[in-house]
């Protein structure tokens, strides 16, 4: 079972990839552990580039679901938003 995550611009250029392939996640928690994991390991860039983001699954931001116990199936994109602000 593969889920696509979409990452910010920030997180993409860490990693040098927009967009990821997961396997084996069955929730959104598990999403983001993995998607953790593709970051260098002691670097602590993952945790502070997604401190500004939401996560959103299919285009719905997963607080209006069941947050990080949201389950994820075959084919799914999950999305780190950068939160924004405007006026």
Same mark, same amino acid.
């Given at each position: 079972?593969?889920?696509?995550?979409?990452? %910010?611009?920030?997180?993409?250029?860490?990693?040098?990839?927009?967009?990821?392939?997961?396997?084996?996640?069955?929730?959104?928690?598990?999403?983001?552990?993995?998607?953790?994991?593709?970051?260098?390991?002691?670097?602590?860039?993952?945790?502070?580039?997604?401190?500004?983001?939401?996560?959103?699954?299919?285009?719905?931001?997963?607080?209006?679901?069941?947050?990080?116990? %949201?389950?994820?199936?075959?084919?799914?994109?999950?999305?780190?938003?950068?939160?924004?602000?405007?006026?």
């Amino acid at each position: 079972m593969a889920v696509r995550v979409q990452l %910010t611009y920030d997180m993409g250029k860490e990693l040098g990839e927009s967009l990821i392939e997961i396997e084996g996640a069955r929730f959104v928690k598990d999403v983001v552990r993995l998607t953790r994991e593709r970051f260098a390991s002691g670097s602590g860039s993952f945790d502070t580039l997604s401190r500004v983001t939401a996560i959103a699954l299919n285009g719905v931001l997963i607080n209006y679901r069941k947050g990080m116990k %949201t389950p994820v199936a075959d084919g799914d994109t999950v999305a780190f938003v950068k939160a924004a602000a405007g006026g």
